[in-house]
């Protein structure tokens, strides 16, 4: 066997092997077929089946290659997967999550989509609510902080607006450690502020539909204002949440703070990552609370629940999952996020779409994952 052969063999899984060896083995059926005992005769049947067995290995390396990833080294979410049943607006809506079950929830997809959404104008914003099935939509602005309420019968979505993603990493540069104390902690001045400039217009909203079910969602910065609507409207007016939803969310409060959320929320509260997206790890200075779904490596990584849930979900049954199942995006100190700021005002250049839209800019990689629409993707 030639030396090249040799290195490509040893490497390959046994399935990969196994495939490599039908394939010679029928290559050389076809090469035999041509040296026929009888002249100027070809052997149809080792044609036939030399043929046929590799069209088969063929066939099996097109399955490999274009099936969906799989989790490659890092193991996949070993909670038990429920069957994906397409559901309409209102059978998501009217969803209950328990944050530390596998996340299937249909209601996540929902609001992924709503938090893309809410980066249109608002007259295109309404058409495509409404158009997915929404009956009213109303807006809140102030100044550069946009939201929208979508409702469907006694039930709401709130969602906020994230940073645009031709300016994000001008955001990242200016953001700061600033903290502002309330009744249960302390939370991010400048996420307190923002929300706060828009918590009259929701409240207004709030006080005329008078949902029974609301979900809270947001992507970016608007993960982070979702997160401090949540608090606003649990412990300060004491108004039921469904749930709350954020994509790419930076942290928001102290370790005060978010134990007394943790505990507000009780399994209602995640947080998806996806691979190495840098805002979810600032400011360093705060804290997470909820759920970590974390895409990584092809997989699904979870942070550990409060108690250690079981397999099943909190009803009971099932295998508990030990602590070595269990990880939090990694910590960044002080030092790395003030380098980071420093990597960001390097030159580069703006990329775009084929339409003219402005994508993440290179000037920083790891930025590349915080595009909203790749949480959906993720999702899908």
């Known amino acids: 066997m030639l030396p090249f052969m040799q290195v490509t063999v040893s490497k390959l899984p046994m399935k990969e092997l196994i495939s490599f060896f039908v394939l010679v083995v029928g290559f050389l059926l076809i090469i035999l077929s041509f040296f026929s005992i009888e002249p100027r005769k070809t052997d149809l049947r080792k044609l036939g089946l030399g043929s046929l067995m590799m069209l088969?290995?063929?066939g099996y390396f097109l399955w490999s290659v274009f099936a969906p990833p799989t989790s490659g080294e890092i193991e996949e979410e070993t909670r038990d997967k429920p069957i994906t049943v397409v559901a309409t607006l209102?059978?998501?809506?009217?969803e209950s999550i328990y944050a530390y079950d596998y996340p299937g929830w249909a209601i996540a997809k929902e609001l992924a989509q709503c938090s893309s959404d809410v980066y249109l104008s608002p007259v295109e914003a309404e058409e495509v609510f409404k158009k997915r099935g929404y009956k009213s939509v109303a807006s809140l602005n102030s100044s550069t902080l946009v939201g929208y309420v979508a409702s469907l019968g006694d039930t709401s979505v709130i969602m906020?607006?994230?940073?645009?993603p031709s300016e994000i990493q001008d955001w990242f540069i200016n953001l700061s450690n600033r903290s502002r104390k309330v009744d249960h902690g302390n939370v991010h001045a400048g996420f307190w502020t923002g929300y706060d400039s828009l918590h009259g217009q929701l409240a207004k909203v709030l006080e005329a539909s008078k949902p029974k079910k609301v979900w809270i969602t947001g992507h970016s910065l608007g993960g982070a204002l979702a997160v401090v609507c949540a608090y606003r409207l649990s412990s300060m007016e004491n108004l039921e949440i469904a749930g709350v939803m954020?994509?790419?969310?930076?942290?928001?409060?102290?370790?005060a703070f978010c134990k007394h959320m943790e505990v507000t929320l009780s399994g209602r509260m995640v947080h998806f990552v996806n691979e190495s997206d840098l805002v979810p790890r600032v400011p360093p200075s705060f804290d997470h609370f909820g759920s970590l779904v974390w895409y990584k490596g092809g997989g699904i990584r979870r942070s550990q629940p409060p108690m250690l849930a079981m397999r099943s979900g909190?009803?009971?049954g099932g295998e508990a999952l030990s602590e070595d199942e269990f990880v939090e995006i990694p910590e960044m100190t002080e030092e790395e996020f003030e380098q980071s700021k420093l990597d960001m005002q390097l030159p580069g250049n703006v990329q775009f779409t084929?339409?003219?839209?402005?994508?993440?800019?290179r000037r920083f990689s790891l930025v590349?994952?915080?595009?909203i629409a790749i949480y959906i993707d993720r999702l899908k």
Not at 90 to 94: N, V
């Open 56 to 58: 088969s290995v063929i």
């Open 90 to 94: 209102k059978e998501k809506l009217d």
């Open 160 to 164: 906020f607006r994230g940073t645009n």
């Open 246 to 255: 954020t994509f790419g969310q930076p942290k928001v409060g102290n370790p």
């Open 314 to 316: 909190p009803e009971g």
């Open 354 to 361: 084929p339409d003219g839209e402005p994508l993440m800019q």
């Open 368 to 371: 590349d994952d915080h595009d």
